[in-house]
């Protein structure tokens, strides 16, 4: 039996409901804005216990049930904003040590904590995570960068907490390990150069 890859840990849980803010003069409802969580959770097929999506038809579902992102990018953020981002800063539920979107493919199965993921798809930036930090370039400079995070699906559910282990049980060797090069229209071209292959697309 292969064994498993150690990915990284999970450094906090974050979740939150929406709330009203204001975008111009207009009030929208966002459930970007999120806070730690102590203890295990449960994560579940449709997401964790208290956090929720108001734009139900772009954010969440079995689909979008969490959303990770690395504090690897952390570095990055602080050196663009002055300040190191906090958990939870770019709407994740998971925010994770390792685990770069360079290092992940679609379909790579991840346990942590009792439960069971599935990567499913990149996660594309909104315009209300520049709302939440008052920097409206906020969502084209994170897709530019690469620095997207991504979504887990729940194959298995079962209690979450900080500190516990990500690790890799299997992996889809031939889909695209860079995820937000799906969005970038640059790599069309490779992208379908790739499907019409057995190369791996990087």
Known sequence: MKQEEKLGILLAVNTGKPVPVLHGRQEVQTGIFKTT???PVRAAVNGLPGDGQADTVNHGGPDKA???YSRSHWEHWEREWGEP????AFGENFTIT???EEDIGIGD???VGEAVAQVSQPRLPC???G???GRPELPGQVLESGRTGYYFRVLEEGAVQAGDT?????QFARLAPRLTSLYFPGKRKKLQEYFESDKPFR
């Open 98 to 100: 390792g685990g770069a």
């Open 85 to 88: 981002p906090a958990f939870g």
């Open 37 to 39: 969580v102590d203890g």
């Open 66 to 68: 969490i959303c990770v």
């Open 109 to 111: 199965i991840i346990r």
């Open 127 to 129: 315009f209300k995570l």
């Open 131 to 133: 709302l939440k930090h």
């Open 166 to 170: 990500l690790t890799r049980a299997s």
